[in-house]
């Protein structure tokens, strides 16, 4: 779009409009109608007003919202189209003008602000830590506080390097900006940024708010305590220093939240009040519909999700951090059982679990622990909470939990749909892969037909030999006949022994280079349709033509 609004301007002749010295600074008047107008200019005003602001919208958001970057700004690519014809429409896009970064030179913040008229401000500014203390500076933070009112979205990031020197500095500064009461500001963005990503204190404190229509409110570094609005739906927090208890107060204070953030650098001890304190009835948390929490220990997640009831939360993350040894415990909150038992579909990736039912809900469960396999167990013990689960996903299977996999699956009742990705162990030097596999093939065929009775797709995919495409063997692989003939008997006696019980696997997928898709006629008698992966060296490569599409 923008090369169409370049376009368009450059056919105008330059000589068609001049600056008339008795009109405002800036101003720009036509002398008279260009002799050829492009198609775009025939529109309304109103319309085309209606399309720059479409253009422009993606520009106008704050840039740089990484957690570690701490620093917002407003792009002013908008402005390309300044020429002509198009200056004309743009002095009346009040919109645009109201978009404003104070670390601009003066003469452009004050042209912003003459041009946006009545419209509510948007403002950022990142000023330095060395500014605050520079009395030549210009008071831009007086300014802010004086105008407020005015203000419908404020993003502020504070630069600095060393945050216990300048603590009390950035909450001055907060509080100078934020000191007038304003029923415009819809939006508050706060980023305190110091070189020092691993401290433990706060660099800055968020005054009392006066703001009774706030709606987004994003923190990073800075203090909350007592935040109570009844507007705010959406609230992202990126501080260095909190526990359970602030977060649930934050949960508390403001029981509008549509959307919460919790991103913690260093967890704080629980008070010991707050761990003696009689468990009253969970707070119904009615509006929320997304939370993202963590990392957070499992003792501290339980003590959280024992004080809240998520009624519909329909997006859920929640990090872990957790030593198996000491907390092998953990199981899944209460307050998520009733999401849980309702999910149909789970996938298993390291130390990921996603659980969902389509169209309703998708929960992640990040698990953090000091060892691979540890995270692996801690995620079995959330799965008796899946009572109607109908497809599995288990990507990078650790062979090491075959037998506890066994158990799991031994449960899945409903289970229609399983796919499982083996691998070769490098740590442990555990054979992986379809060697892997035997075990499950075995119970499939051995417990029948009480285990996973309903099964109707089984997927099997050999990765660790995905990265040796073109090779016959693996460096890895040794004298693997024995193995051959015994993972083919047992796929044999598996798809036999199903279809003798009546609940053959209706479907059978294979990755290209296992052994078990060499002869696939061979289980096409007793499974409805066998599916063999393409092998990714032998697919035809994509034309330049190709890619563009």
């Not at 229609?416 to 054979?431: K, V």
Request: hydrophobic share 40%; glycine share 4%.
């Amino acid at each position: 779009m923008a090369e169409y609004f370049a376009e368009s301007a450059s056919v105008i002749p330059d000589t068609e409009h001049q600056s008339d010295p008795k009109a405002p600074s800036g101003a720009v008047v036509p002398r008279r109608m260009p002799q050829q107008r492009p198609p775009i200019f025939r529109l309304p005003e109103e319309l085309l007003l209606r399309i720059i602001k479409e253009y422009a919208d993606q520009d106008l958001k704050p840039a740089g919202n990484h957690p570690v970057w701490y620093k917002s700004y407003y792009d002013r690519r908008w402005a390309i189209l300044r020429t002509v014809k198009w200056d004309i429409i743009l002095l009346n896009a009040t919109y645009l003008w109201s978009f404003i970064e104070l670390s601009w030179p003066k003469r452009m913040v004050d042209s912003h602000l003459s041009r946006r008229k009545s419209a509510l401000l948007h403002i950022s500014w990142n000023p330095r830590y060395d500014h605050l203390e520079d009395q030549s500076a210009p008071a831009w933070q007086n300014w802010i506080g004086e105008n407020l009112p005015m203000i419908e979205e404020l993003h502020l990031g504070i630069i600095g390097d060393k945050p216990s020197d300048h603590k009390q500095s950035s909450t001055n500064l907060l509080a100078a900006c934020l000191t007038s009461s304003s029923q415009s500001l819809k939006c508050l963005g706060i980023k305190i940024s110091t070189a020092d990503l691993f401290r433990k204190t706060l660099s800055g404190h968020l005054p009392t708010l006066l703001t009774p229509n706030l709606v987004r409110l994003e923190l990073s570094d800075c203090g909350c305590a007592n935040l109570s609005l009844a507007s705010l739906q959406s609230l992202d927090v990126v501080g260095s220093s909190a526990s359970a208890n602030e977060i649930f107060g934050l949960l508390s204070g403001n029981q509008a939240l549509r959307s919460c953030i919790f991103h913690i650098h260093h967890l704080k001890d629980l008070p010991n009040s707050s761990l003696t304190d009689p468990q009253s009835s969970p707070l119904p948390l009615v509006h929320l519909r997304h939370l993202d929490i963590g990392p957070l220990p499992p003792d501290q997640l339980t003590w959280l999700f024992q004080r809240i009831k998520p009624e519909a939360v329909s997006s859920c993350s929640i990090l872990l951090k957790m030593d198996i040894r000491t907390q092998s415990g953990f199981t899944l909150p209460s307050a998520l059982h009733s999401y849980a038992t309702r999910a149909t579909i789970v996938k298993v990736k390291d130390g990921d679990l996603i659980y969902s039912l389509p169209d309703q809900f998708e929960h992640l469960i990040s698990i953090r622990t000091y060892h691979s396999t540890d995270s692996g167990v801690a995620q079995l013990n959330l799965f008796p909470s899946f009572t109607s689960l109908t497809h599995l996903y288990i990507e990078r299977y650790d062979p090491a939990l075959g037998s506890r996999w066994l158990a799991a699956l031994r449960s899945c009742i409903h289970l229609e749909y399983l796919h499982i990705e083996g691998g070769f162990d490098i740590a442990s030097g555990t054979e992986g892969g379809q060697i892997s596999f035997i075990p499950l093939l075995r119970a499939l065929s051995e417990e029948a037909p009480s285990f996973c009775p309903k099964l109707l797709t089984l997927s099997l995919y050999d990765s660790h030999r995905r990265s040796w495409i073109g090779r016959q063997t693996s460096p890895w692989d040794k004298d693997d006949t024995n193995d051959k003939r015994m993972a083919l008997d047992m796929m044999e006696m598996m798809v036999k022994v199903r279809a003798g019980f009546g609940i053959s696997i209706r479907k059978l997928i294979l990755s290209f280079n296992t052994w078990w898709s060499e002869d696939v006629a061979k289980w096409e008698e007793y499974v409805g349709v066998v599916e063999v992966e393409t092998d990714p060296a032998e697919e035809p490569e994509e034309t330049e033509e190709q890619e563009q599409w």
